[in-house]
């Protein structure tokens, strides 16, 4: 069985090309707990892994994580399940585990997905290596992706952060894809997915010989996409069918200095990408003062604790037990 791992930047359209994927024959593509990401700065805590106590303590947090999950997963692998499937005491071996086993209990599936972007993070690292990912990079304009997350309870919220983020990303996403063979990298361009979907998850199926259909089409008539939708802010859209006009958002959502300070940053890959830019060399930004910086680090931590304040109960008690949960693990 092998391993795709999508890299980019969120609110790129990540979770709609998952459910689109899930939909076909041949992937097994859950909603990410984020694994590696919450568990791999946490790794000092349970000490030498070779000590089948630390692994086991190991395991049952990374359930218990899952458990925690805002959308739920169906299944959840025992830790026996686990410990019959590891290859290696290692974090990513859990990781690994985990999907295939739960892969495994459905029929024909060649391929286990895992959306969670951060992963990106460990394309050096030797024992993601081992895992052989097969790599989807899906890019989306990066001032539309800016203007999505000042409206989701996730990330940083003003333009200078959001702007450095997506340069950080799309860095290390063509980095991948220029160190990648061919035959382990596809990508994706979220605008084309929007306006041709059909050709793109077709191309993706000749590739890597899955069966094509157009169920993927309904994917938000999924039970997948209604958990998911209902579990949060962040995934309101996914019981919706495909938003076809859902692109160059930011002309009428951001002003014309948070566009300026944006393209200043990332005039280079917007135009590597191929997206227009709206203004010309000669107006950018060169440079940003410390004093700058740490006015917008003022206000971008005022405008995330303004926008923590609008969150639903439900959502807030959610974030809540899972910081609860990281307390105690770090304790």
């Not at 946490?42 to 106590?53: A, F, I, P, Q, V």
């Not at 990513?92 to 209990?105: P, T």
């Not at 969670?116 to 989306?140: A, K």
Request: proline content about 3%; glycine content about 2%; charged content about 25%.
């Amino acid at each position: 069985m092998k391993f795709i791992q999508f890299i980019g930047t969120q609110r790129s359209g990540s979770n709609l090309l998952r459910l689109m994927l899930s939909q076909l024959q041949g992937i097994y593509a859950p909603h990410p707990p984020h694994i590696l990401k919450t568990f791999y700065p946490l790794l000092d805590k349970y000490g030498n892994l070779n000590s089948k106590k630390n692994f086991e303590f190991l395991i049952d947090d990374v359930m218990s994580w899952i458990r925690l999950n805002p959308v739920k997963w169906n299944e959840i692998p025992t830790k026996n399940q686990i410990l019959e499937k590891v290859m290696g005491r290692s974090l990513f071996q859990v990781f690994r585990s985990i999907y295939e086993i739960n892969a495994l209990k459905e029929k024909n599936i060649k391929y286990w997905c895992c959306k969670s972007l951060y992963n990106l993070n460990f394309f050096d690292n030797s024992n993601f290596r081992e895992l052989e990912p097969i790599y989807i990079y899906i890019y989306r304009d990066g001032r539309d992706v800016a203007s999505s997350f000042m409206k989701v309870p996730i990330g940083d919220k003003h333009i200078y952060f959001l702007a450095k983020k997506w340069y950080r990303d799309q860095k290390s996403s063509l980095k991948i894809k220029k160190s990648c063979s061919r035959e382990n990298f596809f990508s994706i361009k979220y605008e084309d997915l929007l306006s041709n979907p059909k050709k793109i998850i077709q191309n993706f199926c000749d590739k890597f010989l899955i069966d094509y259909n157009d169920n993927f089409i309904d994917f938000y008539k999924s039970e997948d996409s209604i958990i998911a939708s209902a579990s949060g802010k962040l995934w309101k859209n996914l019981s919706k069918p495909l938003i076809k006009n859902n692109k160059e958002q930011y002309i009428d959502e951001l002003s014309a200095n948070q566009i300026l300070l944006f393209e200043s940053i990332n005039y280079r890959y917007l135009k590597m990408l191929n997206y227009k830019l709206k203004y010309d060399n000669s107006k950018f930004i060169n440079s940003f003062s410390k004093s700058d910086i740490l006015n917008y680090k003022i206000r971008n931590n005022k405008l995330r604790d303004e926008f923590i304040s609008k969150i639903s109960s439900m959502e807030l008690s959610k974030r809540e037990m899972q910081l609860k949960f990281l307390k105690k693990v770090n304790n």
